[in-house]
């Protein structure tokens, strides 16, 4: 079974960046929905963002949660089975624990479903 490990977390002030990493130990299908989520303390896991490559040419996609749309870039590296969000004008309540998710297509109405990575702490302090 592929495993996902989340790395690129940390301390930064508000307006700052930070890239996050996911690497998967194996392939990522073209079909699988790769997603970051994060969890605030206190509160329910959230999506925040979400890439899928595509069988074919330009039928991947992205979706981004309203909250963070123009500030997080969620992209994806298909030699290396790694996805990637980049955040950028970071705010306080951006703090939380971030995960990365793999879902096969029939998986992708259930929260829960699919591989989980063991999360990364992003703060964002002054």
């Known amino acids: 079974q592929v495993q996902l490990v989340e790395s690129g977390g940390g301390l930064v002030q508000p307006g700052g960046s930070l890239k996050l990493s996911c690497a998967a130990s194996?392939?990522?299908?073209?079909?699988?929905?790769v997603g970051w989520y994060r969890q605030a303390p206190g509160k329910q896991r959230e999506v925040v963002a979400s890439?899928?490559?595509?069988?074919?040419?330009?039928?991947?996609?992205?979706n981004y949660a309203d909250s963070v749309k123009g500030r997080f870039t969620i992209s994806m590296d298909n030699a290396k089975n790694t996805v990637y969000l980049e955040m950028n004008n970071l705010k306080p309540e951006d703090t939380a624990v971030y995960y990365c998710?793999?879902?096969?297509?029939?998986?992708?109405?259930?929260?829960?479903?699919?591989?989980w990575g063991q999360g990364t702490q992003v703060t964002v302090s002054s």
């Open positions: 998710n793999l879902k096969k297509p029939i998986q992708i109405t259930d929260l829960q479903a699919g591989i």
């Open positions: 194996g392939n990522i299908g073209a079909t699988d929905v």
């Open positions: 890439i899928t490559r595509g069988r074919f040419r330009n039928t991947g996609f992205t």
